[in-house]
């Protein structure tokens, strides 16, 4: 595209200078003093013109043609990133339950087992491990790791500027850090400390580019996700199975089946730290007179339809108004099945859990199988 937008200034140089001259020449009244140019030069600048309109013509040619290849099956237009981000490979780290994508062509610096893992080129220098970074840390949060940042910046020659931002990552709160010193940058043009921290469960992830910027890093750490192994769970009382993650529990009984994050507990008033409630119905809790109670016990309700296991089933959500079940919970989700109805609730002892009970209690239903 470079090489177009310099030859047609060129071009239109040329014409003019073309048509001025033939005027020049074509002007009778002229005096014979008056420059002008020869018939020789003439042509020879029309020469130069055409040669130069065909090698704009190529040029213009071969951009559609980059333009086709990076068209997608649907006719729409990728961009270089995208098109790259296609071609990435996962890495998956066991121990710190995370995956991550990474470039086709780069290679991984370190095991599926590291706190430390880099990701880089082939050919990468080898005394530089990698280009974008992970680092887990379990004894420091990410306020510390920042602080401690800041601290080494400081130390630093030159006025460092440091950044932060908010940003999510697979769904928690993160923070982003961009560090720029311009008297660096005057040795290092690409030097840019960019790093994005995450907590989960007391363990802090920091994804890093190794203060060299670098145009992958952003749809790096976006692709950041922690990997959780889903384990499968058929009731013995219900003509039911599903599957739940790791670190969860299930508790089950004759008549209810109850989910917490572990580890399950219960308190002196008698309630627990469950989420998930599938209760069955009797003769004193109908379907209808379960219905009428969640309608007039939630604030703000709406009715609507999940499909569950092929079926379409009512359910209601709404928050709550500081009484239901003598708990003050926040939202609520109730589906009515044609046996049993579930409930899956935000609760007080959920709140220092680090999970979204709403989130993986839908996850939970989708994977909801009905024995014929």
């Not at 220098?125 to 280009?131: C, K, L, S």
């Not at 809790?285 to 499909?307: D, F, G, H, P």
Request: charged residues 25%; proline residues 3%; aromatic residues 10%.
């Amino acid at each position: 595209m470079k090489k177009i937008l310099i030859l047609l200034p060129i071009l239109a140089l040329l014409i003019a200078g073309c048509s001025l001259s033939q005027k020049a020449t074509n002007d009778n009244s002229a005096s014979n003093q008056s420059a002008s140019l020869s018939q020789e030069q003439i042509n020879n600048l029309n020469a130069q013109v055409q040669d130069l309109e065909e090698q704009n013509s190529a040029l213009v040619k071969e951009n559609e043609a980059i333009k086709t290849n990076l068209a997608d099956k649907n006719g729409n237009s990728l961009t270089a990133s995208n098109q790259v981000d296609n071609d990435w490979q996962t890495y998956n780290n066991k121990t710190y339950g995370y995956e991550i994508k990474y470039p086709a062509d780069w290679k991984v610096f370190g095991s599926a087992t590291s706190a430390r893992v880099s990701f880089g080129k082939n050919n990468q220098d080898p005394n530089n491990d990698g280009e974008l970074f992970i680092n887990v840390d379990t004894k420091k949060s990410a306020a510390q790791l920042i602080a401690d940042q800041k601290l080494a910046e400081k130390n630093r020659a030159g006025n460092t500027i440091i950044k932060t931002s908010k940003v999510v990552i697979d769904g928690l709160p993160g923070t982003l850090l961009i560090a720029t010193n311009d008297e660096i940058k005057n040795d290092i043009p690409t030097w840019e400390y960019n790093a994005v921290l995450v907590e989960k469960d007391a363990v802090t992830y920091v994804l890093s580019n190794g203060a060299i910027k670098s145009n992958n890093f952003e749809e790096f750490y976006k692709s950041f996700r922690f990997s959780t192994d889903w384990l499968p769970f058929s009731s013995s009382y219900f003509t039911l199975s599903f599957k739940f993650p790791s670190g969860f529990e299930v508790k089950e009984a004759q008549n209810h089946i109850l989910i917490a994050k572990s580890p399950y507990y219960t308190v002196d008033i008698g309630g627990n730290n469950s989420f998930l409630y599938l209760n069955r119905y009797d003769e004193r809790n109908t379907r209808e007179s379960m219905i009428a109670y969640y309608k007039k016990s939630l604030k703000n309700w709406k009715e609507s339809q999940i499909v569950v296991d092929g079926s379409s089933f009512l359910t209601i959500k709404g928050t709550d108004i500081g009484g239901f079940e003598g708990d003050s919970a926040g939202r609520i989700m109730a589906v009515f099945f044609d046996a049993s109805w579930l409930r899956i609730m935000e609760r007080p002892l959920n709140k220092d859990q680090d999970f979204d009970p709403i989130a993986i209690g839908n996850e939970i239903l989708a994977t909801f199988k009905f024995s014929k």
